[in-house]
């Protein structure tokens, strides 16, 4: 089943960023302070791909937390079967983006 298709594209439909593939057990929050655990499963400097088996909301306001880094607030953009992708209210600087694609790489999924 193919994901939708995001915001972060441009006229042709191309990504405007490269998605690293990673692999890490994180959690959100969601606006009633709750908790929810996901395992991120690609992150790019617009945004992150999360699989959960709890239900978010498409544009719930999110903060995701990674060991290390200041909460990182997002909104929901798209659901699919316990899939959820997400896009961060202020971009992350590529550094940042780098540095969690290299601490956290899934050696099982590698795409350009």
């Known amino acids: 089943m193919p994901f939708p298709t995001p ?18 057990e994180g959690h959100v929050r969601l606006a009633d302070l ?4 996901v395992r991120v499963v690609e992150i790019s400097t617009n945004g992150f791909r ?11 306001a999110i903060y995701l937390h990674i060991p ?3 909460p990182l607030h997002a909104l929901v953009r798209w659901n699919a079967l ?7 209210i202020q971009p992350l600087y590529p550094a940042v983006a780098d540095h969690i ?9 590698q795409h350009p």
Do not use: Q
Not at 9 to 24: E, I, L, M, Y
Not at 50 to 56: C, I, Q, R, S, Y
């Open 7 to 24: 915001s972060g594209t441009d006229a042709n439909g191309r990504r405007k960023v490269v998605r690293s593939p990673v692999a890490f």
């Open 34 to 37: 709750s908790k929810v655990k």
């Open 50 to 60: 999360v699989m959960t088996p709890a239900k978010l909301r498409t544009g719930d």
């Open 68 to 70: 290390s880094l200041s």
């Open 82 to 88: 316990g899939v959820y992708g997400c896009e961060f």
């Open 101 to 109: 694609a290299h601490k956290y790489p899934d050696h099982y999924l």
